[in-house]
């Protein structure tokens, strides 16, 4: 890129046109910390000889790996292997071998994306998603795959029938009808590639439809390093993965160890109408569990939105990125942000400070996203006790009837923040609705839920509960039908099964 270019890009969209002047900032060898990245001023051409140069220069690059390998030997014991594989949110440290043999074998397995919502999933390594491949670049990736789909597992055949499957690596520069191809279950793909490029990629199945393939869970991350590292130091280090899964109940209402089981929905797929959005593969898992920071801590996430087909606005509440490099690459830096925008397959890494104690929430700003599940926890507490109110929820259990659980997480997205479940102990701006059925009937329920402004117009108990509530009515939630029939089933399931440690609510008050 050169000077000459910057007029035809600046008079695009207001984000190329920045994203243009901040490549240019940072070709002339100068990371952006101060304001330059918003002057107009052309930046000088890139010297040839630059150590930036250099780091781009095809003919140092790896370009030619040898053929894949196919064969029908198959791997047998762990599905996962390798000192380069991280598989959780934590990033394992740096293996200083200049050679990662690495083995993501393809399985069919039931996980569990939300409390009580077991799913036929696809995977790398038997787990959604797929561990993280930490190296750097010039590191030379030794991989092989087997499709064990075929592979039988514990108890009754609850998983899909066994498909072909196939490895796309983001990270890779090969070609994708040698290395990408599809093989058959019980088969094994080998081949080798070099990290000409450092950033957080993705890596997915892609063997058609490939939308069902990563919807199914078959995808993951590779955090290449610079060759001379990272510019900055901190003192912990996770990989974030959004994703989304679009789910309907199993045919029959199959369920697996008393548990409904979920497949997945075509038609929601094809719409783009997630069910669920997350982050490293479960709804909401991150509050359950807080990642552990402390107060002065800085903190490097890698943020990787894998879609399939929505876009990620990644924030962190309570501190600003001082650092954001967009896909990965230090060369791509922008200071002080709130959000970053990702689209499906676009990374990032963010730095930030934990200022002081308490618990940073991480979440999708597109707040359509964040109702699905896509929030999790930076916590300076044991198990983030200090999080904000509303997203507050406690491990709880869960109803087996599938609009029940539907509305369970309905309710702790949408009603929580004003509504308690625990049986006289709950303090919030509504009633506790611990025992609403036994106050009222389904039919008064239903209409409520229905309209409450035509309630409070009408129905002298509704009028009653106003009065009682300091005249604050309840805004109309435009519920459908289906969602209210599950919440009132999600009422009398908590009414019938009162020793369940219901969603957390604090203080003490009348129901
Ligand atoms: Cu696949
Ligand atoms: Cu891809």
Redesign the pocket.
């Known amino acids: 890129m050169n000077a000459i270019v910057l007029p035809r890009f600046a008079s695009l969209a207001s984000l190329t046109a920045v994203l243009s002047l901040a490549l240019l900032t940072t070709a002339c060898g100068e990371r952006a910390s101060t304001s330059s990245a918003q002057t107009s001023a052309p930046a000088a051409p890139a010297q040839a000889s630059s150590p930036a140069a250099s780091r781009y220069d095809t003919a140092k690059m790896d370009l030619k790996p040898a053929p894949a390998k196919v064969t029908s030997e198959r791997h047998s014991g762990v599905y996962a292997e390798g000192s380069a594989l991280s598989t959780t949110a934590a990033l394992k440290p740096l293996d200083p071998s200049p050679v990662k043999t690495i083995r993501l074998d ?1 399985t069919h397995k039931i996980i569990e994306i939300a409390p009580g919502v077991r799913f036929s999933a ?1 995977t790398f390594g038997d787990q959604v998603p797929g561990p993280t491949v930490h190296a750097r670049v010039g590191d030379r990736i030794k991989f092989s795959m087997t ?1 064990r ?1 075929d592979e039988p597992v514990p108890g009754p055949r609850m998983t899909a029938a066994p ?4 490895m796309d690596f983001h990270a890779a520069m090969v070609s994708p009808e040698d290395k990408y191809r ?1 093989i058959a279950p019980g088969q094994t793909i080998e081949f080798e590639f070099t990290l000409n490029y450092p950033g957080v990629f993705m890596y ?4 058609p439809m ?1 939308l ?3 919807a ?1 869970g ?1 995808y993951g991350a590779v955090v290449v390093e610079p060759r001379e590292g990272y510019p900055t130091k901190v003192d912990r280090e996770y990989v974030i993965i959004q994703s989304e899964f679009y789910v309907k109940p199993a045919p029959g209402n199959a369920k697996v160890e008393g548990v409904p089981l979920y497949v997945l929905d075509g038609d929601r797929l094809r719409n783009a109408q997630s069910t669920y959005t997350v982050f490293n593969g479960v709804h909401n898992g991150m509050m359950r569990n807080p990642l552990p920071v402390k107060a002065g801590e800085r903190v490097r996430l890698y943020v990787l939105n894998v879609g399939p087909s929505k876009t990620s606005s990644f924030h962190v509440v309570g501190t600003i990125f001082d650092r954001v490099w967009m896909e990965g690459n230090p060369d791509n830096q922008f200071r002080g942000m709130q959000t970053v925008l990702l689209g499906s397959s676009n990374s990032a890494i963010v730095e930030f400070m934990i200022p002081e104690e308490g618990s940073y929430v991480m979440v999708d700003h597109h707040f359509a996203n964040a109702s699905q599940g896509a929030v999790g926890l930076l916590s300076t507490g044991a198990a983030g006790e200090n999080a904000t109110e509303h997203h507050n929820i406690a491990a709880s259990p869960t109803p087996t009837d599938p609009d029940a659980a539907q509305a369970k997480l309905q309710f702790e997205s949408k009603c929580l923040a004003c509504h308690a479940l625990v049986g006289g102990r709950g303090k919030k701006i509504g009633p506790d609705l611990a025992g609403v059925t036994k106050r009222r009937s389904d039919d008064w329920l239903r209409r409520w839920l229905k309209s409450p402004e035509d309630m409070l117009a009408t129905d002298p108990d509704a009028k009653a509960l106003l009065k009682e509530h300091n005249n604050l009515p309840m805004p109309n939630q435009n519920l459908s039908d289906k969602e209210i029939n599950g919440l009132i089933k999600y009422f009398h399931w908590v009414d019938s099964n009162p020793a369940t440690p219901a969603p957390a609510a604090a203080g003490q008050g009348k129901s």
């Open positions: 393809t696809w499709n789909s498909m072909m499957h196939s599809s997915h199945c892609g063997t490939t069902e393939h990563i199914s078959m």
